[in-house]
């Protein structure tokens, strides 16, 4: 992994599953201990970035089933999801 941190266009550009892989990589360069102190930092900022982005995606996600909840009925309703 080569990267440092993204652009705001790049983070806005990687779906989910892209961002928790890359967050995934990031954590696998950085528990190797092979790292020099400035890509130590450069891939932390990175991996914070990541972690928003996805947490971002889940709350939306989440919106979304909320809003879209059915009931047996077959009727929507907007319920709070767990």
């Given amino acids: 992994m080569s990267e440092g941190k993204l652009t705001d266009e790049e983070l806005a550009a990687l779906s989910f599953e892209e961002a928790q892989a890359r967050l995934e990589a990031v954590?696998?360069?950085?528990?190797?201990?092979?790292?020099?102190?400035?890509?130590?930092?450069?891939?932390?900022?990175?991996?914070?970035?990541?972690?928003?982005?996805?947490?971002?995606r889940l709350e939306a996600a989440e919106g979304a089933l909320e809003r879209l909840r059915e009931l047996p009925d077959g009727s929507l309703a907007s319920e709070e999801t767990e």
């Fill in 27 to 56: 954590v696998a360069e950085l528990e190797s201990g092979q790292l020099t102190l400035d890509r130590s930092l450069a891939l932390y900022e990175l991996g914070l970035q990541l972690r928003e982005h996805c947490r971002a």
